[in-house]
């Protein structure tokens, strides 16, 4: 099993990374605030104004160790890697795979198959847990739509056909955000639709980051076992566009972005004072609120949980890489199928 390497997250503005011997070094303001050892560092993310020395960017290149850049809301910017030593076989037979429509409709299917299962336990678990029978049907009559829906993507031929279930599965789910959030923080988090670029309100700024987040992990995943993530199934190939990332994180929304902000707010570790209002009608985490969602995020990547395929237990943080090899086997022809993340 490959050790889960830690990944830097840095969010103060004005921060400088610098090399000092083998080891990281943050710079605020002139002062050190953090060293860390090289080899405990599997990546950096750079969140808002935060620069890095060219000897910096020249260790982690040699190294392997990739540098992403998000703005201020957590959307993708830049990203700085070494040279790239994917497997050319393995490429060759994610084009071949990608040319061919019903190997394509198949892994469509099984990525939304998976996101609308996982939805349903989010759903199912906020039904347990919540106190109004109001609620808890409603919660629950959702969670029988998804399965309706589940069982509908068997029949669809199409990519139109799946991503239309999606978006009604969407619809359905995001429907019922506001009876996932406890009644003393829907005041501040109050939910009305999902919006972004920019987000409208905390819990869409709060979704928004952590799909960022998510992203950039998938993203890591599929590169790091040799797969293009540019190439995707389920979503349209554009210029720049990550689409096999996307389709691998649309198993993990619901179980570890969703869940992950309704525990903050719920719990009560952030608040509206950790998100700016600006005039334009946009919310975004600030410099407090993105510390406490980074640290969570970090914190729940490291927890374990029995592996469904495994049967073994394993850190969060570990599901994108173990998954993009399932899939990467599946694209070589060594198993037949594709087997998703399914939370238990």
């Not at 620069?51 to 703005?71: F, P």
């Not at 729940?300 to 395929?309: D, F, G």
Request: with cysteine; net charge positive.
């Amino acid at each position: 099993m490959k050790q889960l390497l830690n990944t830097l997250y840095v969010s103060t503005e004005g921060a400088w990374l610098r090399l000092e011997g083998e080891t990281l070094v943050v710079m605020i303001e002139k002062e050190k605030r953090l060293q860390v050892p090289l080899h405990h560092l599997g990546g950096i993310v750079c969140i808002g104004r935060v620069n890095l020395s060219s000897a910096l960017m020249a260790r982690c290149m040699e190294d392997g160790r990739q540098i992403v850049w998000l703005n201020e809301n957590g959307r993708f910017q830049a990203r700085v890697e070494g040279p790239v030593s994917g497997n050319i076989l393995l490429r060759q037979a994610q084009h071949r795979a990608a040319d061919d429509k019903e190997q394509t409709l198949r892994l469509a299917r099984t990525f939304i198959a998976a996101k609308l299962r996982n939805s349903r336990q989010v759903l199912l678990r906020s039904a347990r847990d919540n106190k109004s029978e109001q609620e808890t049907a409603a919660l629950k009559k959702a969670a029988d739509a998804l399965a309706v829906n589940l069982r509908n993507l068997k029949h669809a031929d199409n990519l139109d056909s799946i991503r239309g279930l999606e978006g009604d599965a969407a619809r359905v789910y995001f429907e019922q955000v506001n009876h996932m959030i406890s009644p003393p923080a829907r005041n501040d988090f109050r939910f009305e639709q999902r919006n972004r670029r920019p987000p409208r309100d905390p819990v869409n700024a709060l979704f928004s980051f952590l799909y960022a987040l998510l992203l950039t992990d998938c993203r890591s995943a599929l590169e790091t076992v040799g797969l293009d993530s540019q190439l995707g199934f389920l979503h349209a190939v554009r210029p720049g566009r990550h689409a096999l990332a996307l389709d691998l994180m649309e198993e993990y929304r619901a179980i570890f972005g969703d869940r992950l902000a309704f525990t903050l707010i719920n719990r009560g570790q952030i608040s509206k004072k950790d998100f700016d209002f600006n005039p334009g009608g946009s919310v975004l985490l600030n410099d407090s609120g993105r510390k406490k969602l980074l640290v969570a995020y970090q914190e729940r990547k490291k927890e374990q949980l029995n592996h469904p395929i495994l049967e073994e237990k394993i850190d969060i943080g570990l599901i994108p890489i173990l998954q993009a090899r399932f899939l990467a086997r599946h694209l070589r022809g060594d198993t037949e199928a594709y087997v998703p993340y399914l939370h238990k």
